[in-house]
């Protein structure tokens, strides 16, 4: 069993910079793969980001393209997603999502095991 925790969410006005953060357990955080997703109230759940287990190939949505970064620290046994030049229509509940095989970065939710809890982020305009 894989546990995901989400931090780092929070209100920030529009052209504004956030960090969130996903802390997994389990001894093989580094053979996972590791996604990024966001859900905007009434809308389904979309694809943010995406990281391989080496950190080496990652992947994006269109709509965050050159504006996020993902990135992992092994070691640490965490995820981020650093938000740059953020608009209000960030605003969503951010959650973190491994995929505990596989060599690549996946972009479909149902490509993945185990989901956090999510955080919220908010961009004011």
């Known amino acids: 069993q894989v546990q995901l925790v989400e931090s780092g969410g929070g209100l920030v006005q529009a052209g504004g910079s956030l960090r969130v953060s996903c802390a997994a357990s389990?001894?093989?955080?580094?053979?996972?793969?590791m996604g990024w997703f966001r859900q905007a109230p009434g809308k389904e759940r979309d694809f943010v980001a995406a990281i391989n287990w080496s950190g080496h190939s990652t992947g994006y949505a269109d709509s965050v393209k050159g504006r996020f970064t993902i990135s992992r620290d092994n070691a640490k046994n965490t995820v981020y997603l650093q938000m740059n030049s953020l608009k209000p229509e960030d605003t969503a509940v951010y959650y973190c999502?491994?995929?505990?095989?596989?060599?690549?970065?996946?972009?479909?939710?149902?490509?993945?095991?185990?989901w956090g809890q999510g955080t919220q982020v908010t961009v004011s305009s």
């Open positions: 999502a491994a995929r505990t095989y596989g060599s690549t970065w996946y972009k479909g939710s149902d490509e993945y095991d185990y």
């Open positions: 389990g001894r093989t955080f580094s053979n996972y793969a």
